[in-house]
T-cell receptor, first 110, second 110 residues
Framework: DVKVTQSSRYLVKRTGEKVFLECVQDMDHENMFWYRQDPGLGLRLIYFSYDVKMKEKGDIPEGYSVSREKKERFSLILESASTNQTSMYLC?????????FGPGTRLTVL | GQNIDQPTEMTATEGAIVQINCTYQTSGFNGLFWYQQHAGEAPTFLSYNVLDGLEEKGRFSSFLSRSKGYSYLLLKELQMKDSASYLCAVEMEYGNKLVFGAGTILRVKS
């Protein structure tokens, strides 16, 4: 079974804090993705990566950055958290075409 | 821009059949996915259509018409556990980048 894990299920941070969201997959997948999910808007792609040390901007990259130093790990970084970044964050990985999702991190920025 | 439309909510009765429609207008198209997401959980893969026609998998079937930019997910013999959000997603031309619709909340009543 493919397993995608995320470091936290729930996170509460203050405005201006630097936030790290970690994602690890155990299936040796090349592709990894970060989405945020908001009611009425669906999943929106923030960043993705096709290989180690490689990253591509998704549809809403502003205010975010990513890091992929190892194949199995893909980190999402909020350099200075803002209240409009309160959301559910989902990580996914894929090899050929099917994306497998982690359980999500619900981030609240106060 | 990319546009993927699905109904916001649907209600159906246990044992019945329900069809969830998805229309799309995107700058690229490689295939169409359907995912199921229960409240508070990660999306899970249901189906993937590349060619026109119907793909059947147990109680679930998915249809695609590329020329019409249209897909539907058909759920037969509805069960209470089918109450969930159903996400339509278009795979863009390169890689495995997905663009998601806002999702359809399906409520199954007894």
């Amino acid at each position: 079974d493919v397993k995608v894990t995320q470091s936290s299920r729930y996170l509460v941070k203050r405005t201006g804090e630097k936030v790290f969201l970690e994602c690890v997959q155990d299936m040796d997948h090349e592709n990894m993705f970060w989405y945020r999910q908001d009611p009425g808007l669906g999943l929106r792609l923030i960043y993705f990566s096709y290989d180690v040390k490689m990253k591509e901007k998704g549809d809403i990259p502003e205010g975010y950055s990513v890091s992929r130093e190892k194949k199995e790990r893909f980190s999402l970084i909020l350099e200075s958290a803002s209240t409009n970044q309160t959301s559910m964050y989902l990580c996914a990985s894929s090899s050929l075409y099917t994306q497998y999702f982690g359980p999500g991190t619900r981030l609240t920025v106060l | 821009g990319q546009n993927i439309d699905q109904p916001t909510e649907m209600t159906a009765t246990e044992g019945a059949i329900v069809q969830i429609n998805c229309t799309y207008q995107t700058s690229g198209f490689n295939g169409l996915f359907w995912y199921q997401q229960h409240a508070g959980e990660a999306p899970t893969f249901l189906s993937y259509n590349v060619l026109d026609g119907l793909e059947e998998k147990g109680r679930f079937s998915s249809f695609l018409s590329r020329s019409k930019g249209y897909s539907y997910l058909l759920l037969k013999e509805l069960q209470m556990k089918d109450s969930a959000s159903y996400l339509c997603a278009v795979e863009m031309e390169y890689g495995n980048k997905l663009v998601f619709g806002a999702g359809t909340i399906l409520r199954v009543k007894s």
